[in-house]
């Protein structure tokens, strides 16, 4: 669930603008998770992740309090 989380707080970042954030977190994460097989995925995600942060949050099922972030908007 920490992986989800954090992925999901990254795309709350990004909704709030601080994009520069929510990168470095997703690149800490996927150095957690490990670049090797999942490099072209990943860095997919984090280039277009101020295009779609929003979508993304909703698909990884975060918790509610995650969630509930973007609700506070």
Same mark, same amino acid.
């Given at each position: 669930? !920490?992986? %989800?989380?954090? &992925?999901? &707080?990254? *795309?709350?970042?990004? #909704?709030? =603008?601080? #994009?520069?954030?929510? /990168?470095?977190?997703? %690149? *800490?994460?996927?150095?957690?998770? =490990?670049?090797?097989? @999942? /490099?072209?995925? &990943?860095? @997919?995600?984090?280039?277009? +992740? ?7 949050? +909703?698909?990884? #099922?975060?918790?509610?309090? +995650?969630?509930? !972030? &973007?609700?506070? /908007?």
């Amino acid at each position: 669930m !920490l992986y %989800r989380n954090s &992925f999901a &707080f990254a *795309c709350y970042l990004v #909704v709030k =603008g601080e #994009v520069l954030a929510a /990168k470095k977190i997703l %690149r *800490c994460l996927y150095d957690l998770l =490990g670049w090797d097989n @999942n /490099k072209t995925y &990943f860095s @997919n995600l984090i280039d277009s +992740i101020e295009e779609f942060a929003e979508e993304y949050s +909703i698909e990884i #099922v975060a918790n509610m309090e +995650i969630l509930d !972030l &973007f609700e506070a /908007k």
